[in-house]
């Protein structure tokens, strides 16, 4: 079992930054991947980057160039730092880390404001 606390959501105005932070706790030498997806009213939820415990990263297209996710030293927290933030990414973030199993945080909301 992996339990993911998120922080760091609010309100920004377009081109502003955020930066979001999930840490796990419990069974984290067993997490293969952590990463962070959205979901906006209305919208299927998307992945948007992802970090492999090697290391490995992968962004959706529409965030690259603008998020990244570095990790902690103790590797069982994740960042997800949002620059050139845009309307369009208005969306409630969740943390996600899979072992065998795929576990989720409780969602934080990032409002980006026009």
């Known amino acids: 079992q992996v339990q993911l606390v998120e922080s760091g959501g609010g309100l920004v105005q377009a081109g502003g930054s955020l930066r979001l932070s999930c840490t796990a706790s419990?069974?984290?030498?067993?997490?293969?991947?952590m990463g962070w997806y959205r979901q906006a009213p209305g919208k299927q939820r998307e992945l948007v980057a992802t970090i492999t415990s090697g290391g490995t990263t992968n962004y959706v297209d529409s965030v690259k160039g603008r998020f990244t996710i570095p990790r902690g030293n103790a590797r069982n927290t994740v960042y997800l730092q949002m620059n050139s933030l845009k309307p369009e990414d208005t969306a409630v973030y969740l943390c996600?880390?899979?072992?065998?199993?795929?576990?989720w945080g409780q969602g934080t909301q990032v409002t980006v404001s026009s």
């Open positions: 996600n880390a899979v072992t065998r199993g795929a576990y």
């Open positions: 419990g069974s984290t030498l067993a997490i293969i991947v």
